[in-house]
């Protein structure tokens, strides 16, 4: 689950890392009132973001022509007249698609005066199966182009889950880092506050860019995270309901916020082909086969192992409701799911729903005779298939046609 960058920053500053002062808001007069705050608090200038789960907001587009989803205003009355032109607008940026997102929430803060900028993330490398920590004193900027084009400037370091992230190791980050004199005791504190925040979270990526030293107002220096994004492990959020209840349905497309009421795995997609799978790899090469023979496929879904006849039967449902479908695959490899069962909600959602689309199922494994059996007495119109190229061959054909 992506979380909003206000909220980012609320959680990092609840494991005592430093971020700007500022607040959400969904309203033009709430944006002008936090904005007279910071004004009042000493502060010379504020930054407006729009709250979207999409990189490239600064560069974004609006519909009606508005241009840039970040702004720098130095008077109350500029944030107001720039929240009403961007809340309730749809942006385009360069991950949106051309659809856009549009804005319900802003983060109005303080635009701190920045000396310099890193980078900081946390993660977990799946080869040692541990934390994994990179910084670089390259902030700002893509991480991807920062190690395309200068690789040593990333320092990367695995943490032992069992002991966790040692002081000296902190320490040695913020060296890495650059940071001297009372920096180093600073930066290693926010460093540390990070790593505690995606473990405690339960996150799968933390990540501060820009990570920076700003000055204060005394001409003082410190360092902050002015930009946060963080994921959260979805497999998690029971021991969360705090973190959970930040989900916005808004930044999510209506179809894979209906499967995942059913613990369906759903992703659209852009073809016409549509896929009914258990097992994500199993999925995943369904989806290749059909690429491999000319097709699209119009999503990922994976119904899981243990799946019921009514999760069947739902997933049926969700696959219809996207108008792009031409024809459904079924292809199910039962080893502790049960065929019989993949067929009973495979004829209970084809004369539910009417479905008029073809339909091609291949079943294989567990109680497959069964489901077979069940299909063929069914009195719905489907074609089978005896392999997962048999399989994909036909449903691309149908789909053309």
């Known amino acids: 689950m992506n979380l909003h960058e206000y909220q980012a920053k609320q959680l990092l500053a609840q ?14 007069d709430e944006a002008r009132a936090i904005a007279e705050k910071l004004f009042t608090d000493g502060h010379e200038m504020v930054v407006m973001k729009i709250q979207i789960h999409s990189g490239g907001r600064g560069k974004g587009v609006f519909k009606d022509g508005f241009k840039g989803g970040v702004h720098l205003c130095k008077t109350a009355d500029d944030v107001y007249e720039k929240a009403k032109a961007m809340l309730g607008n749809t942006i385009v940026t360069k991950q949106t698609g051309e659809a856009g997102r549009q804005v319900h929430t802003l983060l109005v803060a303080s635009a701190e005066k920045i000396v310099s900028e890193f980078y900081l993330a946390v993660l977990l490398d799946r080869d040692s199966s541990q934390p994994l920590i990179m910084v670089s004193s390259e902030g700002g900027v893509d991480i991807e182009e920062v190690a395309e084009t200068n690789p040593d400037a990333i320092v990367k370091l695995k943490v032992d889950p069992l002991l966790g992230l040692q002081a000296y190791q902190a320490r040695n980050l913020a060296k890495a880092l650059g940071l001297t004199g009372k920096l180093i005791h600073s930066g290693a504190k926010l460093i540390a506050g990070v790593y505690k925040t995606w473990w405690e979270c339960d996150a799968s990526m933390v990540e501060i860019n820009p990570l920076c030293v700003v000055e204060n107002p005394d001409g003082s220096q410190k360092i902050a995270a002015v930009d946060a994004k963080i994921s959260i492990d979805g497999n998690s959020l029971y021991r969360h309901k705090d973190i959970a209840e930040m989900r916005d349905l808004n930044e999510e497309a209506e179809l894979e916020v209906e499967a ?15 896929c009914l799978v258990n097992g994500a790899g ?4 369904t989806m290749d086969a059909i690429k491999h023979y000319g097709g699209d496929p119009a999503n990922f879904l994976d119904v899981g192992g243990g799946a019921t006849k009514e999760q069947v039967t739902a997933a049926f449902q969700i696959i219809l409701k996207d108008p792009n479908v031409k024809a459904i695959l079924v292809n199910i490899f039962g080893g502790i799911m049960n065929c019989n069962t993949i067929a009973e909600g495979v004829v209970a959602a084809a004369k539910e729903t009417h479905l008029t689309l073809p339909l091609v199922v291949r079943l294989e494994g567990n109680n497959v005779e069964a489901g077979r059996k069940t299909l063929a007495e069914s009195g719905i119109t489907l074609i089978t298939a005896d392999s997962m190229a048999d399989a994909a061959k036909k449903v691309v054909s149908e789909a053309a046609a």
């Open 15 to 28: 494991h005592g890392v430093e971020v700007p002062g500022g607040q959400p808001c969904t309203t033009a």
């Open 260 to 274: 995942s009421k059913f613990d369906l795995n759903y992703i659209k997609l852009d073809g016409n082909v549509a």
């Open 282 to 285: 199993l999925a995943m090469a």
